[in-house]
């Protein structure tokens, strides 16, 4: 099993729309967990944190389910601008600790 | 807002060659990474820097490479004799603390293409 896994889309919804994306993680004992976006051919970038009691920035929303070992992103009213590839990002246990692992990435697309 | 630098954007080189990719990280952050990302898949983990000395590598970080942090802001990471199949974007990354409590921030990074 992967130790991140995504689903690669690509996810082509219309401006305006509301889109969730979906994350496993296969180690129990992952610490932190993550949204990164990657624009084509662009450094990742972080989109925000994901704690265990969910959290909201704006228009974005992030679960986590420690029982499931799945993390989702919601984009509400989703803007041109938001096209893009979401990685899901797992701290897992390591022998640093400063390990993050990226999944594949789901590649969202918006049309005017 | 702080950046990590790269440089340079782009190399090329021919196989067998050796090459250098340098990077500038936040000042006052204390971990450094570098990732690659060959095109087309996903970002992938080489190595981590902390107080010196590499904390953890990965299974591609292999005797080919090092990394180096010569002065008080560069951080390096040479590969030493190339091969067709490390054509990638090298990233490099700094956070300002473990992983787990913050989140990276990377460079622009730097398309090695070998040829």
């Known amino acids: 099993r992967k130790e991140v896994e995504q689903d690669p889309g690509p996810f082509n919804v219309p401006e305006g729309a509301t889109v969730a994306f979906n994350c496993t993680y296969s180690?129990?004992?992952?610490?932190?967990f993550f949204w990164y976006r990657q624009d084509c051919r662009k450094e990742p970038k972080l989109l925000m944190s994901?704690?265990?009691s969910g959290n909201e920035d704006g228009r974005f929303t992030a679960q986590l389910n420690r029982a499931s070992q799945y993390i989702s992103l919601l984009i509400r009213d989703s803007k041109l601008s938001d096209s893009a590839t979401y990685l899901c990002v797992v701290n897992p246990p390591s022998s640093s600790a400063s390990k993050i692992i990226f999944g594949s990435g789901t590649r969202l697309s918006i049309r005017p | 807002e702080p950046e990590v630098t790269q440089t340079p954007s782009h190399q090329v080189t021919q196989m067998g060659q050796e090459v250098i990719l340098r990077c500038v990280p936040i000042s006052n952050h204390l971990y450094f990474y570098w990732y690659r990302q060959i095109l087309g898949q996903k970002v992938e983990f080489l190595v981590s820097?902390?107080?010196?000395?590499?904390?953890?590598k990965s299974e591609i970080f292999d005797d080919q490479f090092s990394v180096e942090r010569p002065d008080g802001s560069n951080f390096t990471l040479k590969i030493r004799s190339t091969k067709l199949e490390d054509s990638a974007m090298y990233f490099c990354?700094?956070?300002?603390?473990?992983?787990?409590?913050?989140?990276?921030?990377f460079g622009s990074g730097t398309r090695l293409t070998v040829v």
């Open positions: 820097f902390y107080n010196n000395e590499i904390s953890e």
């Open positions: 990354a700094s956070s300002e603390g473990l992983a787990r409590d913050y989140g990276y921030t």
């Open positions: 180690n129990s004992a992952s610490q932190s």
């Open positions: 994901v704690y265990s």
